[in-house]
């Protein structure tokens, strides 16, 4: 295998048949042209003795002048040293041949292409940093945006959690408050009712004391120990009951059916003149909306027949049925 004496570049022309040929030819034009010029400035050079000779002819003849004394000729002048002949310079050499450009050329277009895919790498390299940069500032803001809303979700909900637990607190607090208000009423109520109850017996026993001092001294036949009022004891009649029923249960206003029959027991304190001055559930039906119906019948009522006798018990007790 042949190697060629001139490395071909990678993006130089193909080389032209017979460039060595040409090569050799211009490099013989050249030896004879420096050689040439060599003898010619080597001629030039030699130096030249130049001789002359004139005679001086008169177009007229004239007479000779008598001659001269001359005195004795003065020593003789050293003789003057020849000037020297400039030299010659010596003769310029050729210029060399030129080169053939198209290597160069080929060179040049190599490195300016070399030159301009450099840059277009850093180019590249520089946008792709410029992305890198910019994907990374948005994953950047986007973590911390979720970072932000997941603070802002737990802040919410711990806000939430807070909210809660102070309205259940408010709604316990107002529970207690409202217990310990219906106790307080409850104990208030029990407490008057107390004060009524001691009230009432002691207006009963106030009274009970004065009847029977009157009735004693009227002449009334009960024993020391008896509690009724009048002169002799006595009852109301076997129909007094009914008759009260009967004077009561009209007023009765009952919404809806009754189912079977039950009884409500009711026990009412009457003055003299028939006069309803209390009334209470003794004992309840089991049916809560027909021992309301039954007292509210009883309010309506307000005043009671007087018995065949012509007085009212103070202290009567009723049972009421539906069915009855």
């Not at 009227?218 to 009022?229: C, K, V």
């Not at 007023?251 to 006069?275: F, K, L, S, T, W």
Request: without cysteine; charged residues 30%; proline residues 11%.
């Amino acid at each position: 295998m042949n190697t060629p004496a001139t490395p071909h570049l990678e993006f130089a022309p193909p080389a032209q048949p017979g460039m060595r040929r040409a090569w050799l030819i211009a490099g013989v034009a050249h030896g004879l042209l420096f050689l040439a010029l060599a003898l010619a400035t080597a001629w030039k050079t030699q130096p030249q003795k130049i001789q002359a000779e004139a005679e001086l002819w008169s177009a007229t003849p004239q007479a000779a002048a008598p001659k001269l004394q001359e005195p004795p000729p003065p020593p003789p002048e050293p003789e003057p040293k020849p000037t020297p002949l400039p030299q010659a310079k010596p003769p310029q050499p050729a210029p060399p041949p030129a080169p053939d450009n198209s290597l160069r050329d080929a060179q040049i277009a190599l490195e300016k292409k070399k030159l301009e895919e450099k840059q277009k790498e850093e180019a590249a390299e520089r946008q792709r940093k410029a992305l890198e940069k910019k994907k990374k500032e948005a994953e950047e803001k986007a973590a911390k945006d979720k970072a932000a809303k997941e603070k802002a979700q737990k802040d919410k909900a711990a806000q939430d959690k807070l909210a809660q637990e102070k309205k259940e607190q408010e709604k316990k607090k107002a529970a207690e408050k409202a217990q310990a208000d219906e106790k307080k009423r409850q104990q208030e109520q029990a407490r008057k009712a107390a004060q009524d109850k001691a009230s009432q017996a002691q207006a009963d026993a106030m009274r009970k004391e004065q009847m029977q001092r009157v009735q004693g001294l009227a002449g009334a036949s009960g024993d020391a120990n008896a509690t009724g009022t009048a002169l002799k004891s006595s009852g109301p009649s076997a129909t007094y009951a009914g008759r009260l029923v009967g004077r009561i249960k009209p007023n009765i206003v009952y919404p809806g059916d009754v189912v079977g029959n039950p009884q409500a027991e009711v026990e009412m304190r009457v003055a003299p003149d028939g006069v309803i001055q209390s009334r209470r559930l003794k004992k309840s039906s089991g049916n809560k909306a027909w021992d309301d119906a039954v007292l509210r019948a009883i309010d309506k009522t307000e005043v009671l027949p007087k018995d065949t006798d012509g007085r009212v018990p103070p202290l009567i007790e009723l049972v009421f049925r539906p069915q009855d």
